[in-house]
């Protein structure tokens, strides 16, 4: 199976930073806009990852959980198993600010103890970043749209593995 369309659309976007300071990276804003999450603030101060996340969904054709906290797509789309994860399924984590908090992302490769997800705000970025998969709350997929397989577990060479991002 190809890689989903939105997975794609995450991917032409890596390397989109914010722009220090009190400013806004113009992409950023555009983000908002395509999520139809109209949160005002710069970069810095605005949690981005839910907006990155919805914006690409939006920018394909599927309605994404149009809310800013990204713990809202753990009540969106299908449900999937946590230790079966396809590429480009919606990633939710949890997040040390508390149980309302977290990080979501795109799923683009696992290993036996990382996933790793394409996403916004990640590390003031688009980026691809490993997460220690405890950390998973849910893995969900837009409802309307066939599942793809589970991706392979990656082997890593002994001390390969990146800590969490």
């Known amino acids: 199976m190809d890689e989903p369309r939105w997975l794609a659309r995450a991917r032409r976007n890596l390397g989109v930073k914010e722009t220090p300071g009190r400013a ?46 990204a713990r809202s797509f753990s009540r969106w789309g299908k449900a999937l198993p946590k230790d079966r994860i396809p590429a480009g399924a919606v990633v939710v984590l949890s997040s040390d600010r508390g149980p309302a908090s977290g990080h979501v992302g795109f799923a683009c490769g696992v290993s036996a103890t990382h996933v790793w997800l394409l996403g916004g705000n990640q590390g003031d970025a688009v980026s691809v970043a490993p997460f220690r998969r405890e950390r998973i709350v849910a893995v969900v997929w837009p409802g309307v ?20 991002a």
């Open 24 to 69: 806004s990276t113009p992409s950023i804003l555009k983000y908002r806009v395509m999520a139809r999450v109209l949160l005002e603030g710069d970069d810095g101060a605005v949690p981005w990852c839910a907006i990155f996340v919805n914006a690409m969904l939006e920018a394909v054709g599927v309605r994404g959980s149009r809310s800013g906290m």
């Open 145 to 164: 749209e066939p599942v793809g397989p589970a991706m392979a577990l990656k082997v890593a060479a002994a001390g390969a593995e990146v800590s969490d």
